[in-house]
């Protein structure tokens, strides 16, 4: 395992861009890694032997990590897995092709192309078009495992892209959370599909309120530790970002949905690839807040891994984006001023007036 690891880092050292960015002692002294040792999208112990695989045409881990997610009922590894299988594919497609063409209904195998061809989809200036065409792909997921709720999260991303109506969002999301009560993966999708501006409209569908309605009653619902008690941070990052003024969040909602995030991050172990893509949207949030110690803190959790999610929405090098952010939060919370809050995780907004905050 030791060797396919440092395989595997080998690997996406070698395919990223080069920076050429000398050593840090400031990063150093601020307890954060040099930027060349930041990952991008590093898989967990489990993801990498069967990316490096892969990357040999071998197409047997992947299908045995699968299945095993599949035996078990692990939908929530099952979804990661999926999602970053299929993006291995769209870039490097012959051990997939093999795989496809020896097990032409093997579900998990099927689970991977309907990803795959809708993330391509989405990809396309024909988006719509092309995310109608890959209902047949979806359906045989969705029909080779029917206990899966992984295809329905995929079927809820191929509705927002295709503008489907609500009444099809609903169905969708019935199947989902019927197989599935818990799934972060359809909860974040149907968060997505609320919070798209088509379905903002003026009586309140869809609008950032009803976004966060949804996301708090889920958060309160949500299984201890479970990620879903993040998705009011999700609702947060969509209304920081896609807010077109129609509709306001008050502040200490944003800032609630921070904490809960805040809160759920201390109970996952540092430097943990698991963990990275929540702690890098709540880095992005905390930034969009001006809670810099905050950000710092979670920083320093995060360690070398840095995720596509959330820094590719705006940037075509996310890593690149990442690195910036990173920079200007240490700029603006040094270390000294955040050793307290290191060693004892606690919010820097409590006690703050937000009266004359956005």
């Known amino acids: 395992m030791v060797d396919t690891m440092a395989s595997l880092r080998a690997f996406l050292r070698a395919t990223r861009t080069e920076r050429n960015t000398p050593p840090s002692p400031l990063l ?19 993801l990498g032997p069967s990316l490096v695989a892969a990357g040999r045409g071998d197409y047997g881990p992947a299908a045995e990590l699968l299945a095993a997610t599949r035996a078990g009922a692990e939908w929530e590894s099952r979804d990661r897995y999926v999602i ?25 195998a099927l689970l991977v192309g309907a990803e795959l061809a809708v993330a391509r989809a989405w990809a396309s200036p024909a988006r719509a078009e092309l995310l109608h065409q890959t209902g047949p792909l979806v359906e045989a997921a969705a029909a080779a495992c029917p206990r899966d709720p992984v295809p329905w999260r995929i079927a809820l991303d191929r509705a927002r892209g295709s503008d489907a109506d609500h009444g099809e969002f609903e169905r969708l999301w019935g199947e989902a959370v019927r197989r599935s009560p ?23 569908l869809g609008s950032h309120r009803e976004c966060f309605d949804f996301a708090e009653r889920a958060a309160q619902d949500a299984l201890p530790g479970s990620l879903v008690q993040a998705l009011p941070l999700h609702a947060a990052f969509a209304c920081l970002t896609e807010g077109d003024g129609r509709t306001v969040v008050d502040r200490a909602r944003l800032d609630a949905a921070a904490d809960a995030a805040v809160a759920l991050s201390a109970t996952h172990p540092a430097a943990d690839p698991w963990s990275a893509e929540l702690r890098n949207l709540l880095t992005y949030v905390l930034v969009g807040l001006d809670r810099w110690q905050d950000a710092f803190l979670q920083l320093r959790l995060t360690g070398p891994y ?17 690195l910036e952010t990173r920079e200007e939060v240490r700029r603006n919370a040094p270390a000294d001023r955040c050793a307290v809050c290191a060693g004892h995780p606690r919010s820097e907004h409590g006690g703050r007036d937000h009266s004359g905050d956005h």
Do not use: K
Request: hydrophobic share 40%; net charge negative.
């Open 28 to 46: 150093a002294a601020a307890g954060l890694p040099a930027d060349d040792e930041v990952l991008l999208d590093a898989p967990d112990a489990r």
């Open 84 to 108: 970053r299988l299929a993006a291995f594919a769209h870039s490097r497609a012959e051990w997939f092709t093999s795989w496809r063409a020896a097990a032409p209904n093997d579900p998990d």
């Open 182 to 204: 818990h799934h972060h993966g359809s909860h974040v999708a149907a968060l997505q599909y609320l919070s798209t501006s088509r379905f903002r409209s003026s009586g309140g």
């Open 306 to 322: 840095a995720t596509s999610f959330p820094w590719d929405r705006f940037s075509d090098d996310p890593l690149g984006r990442f």
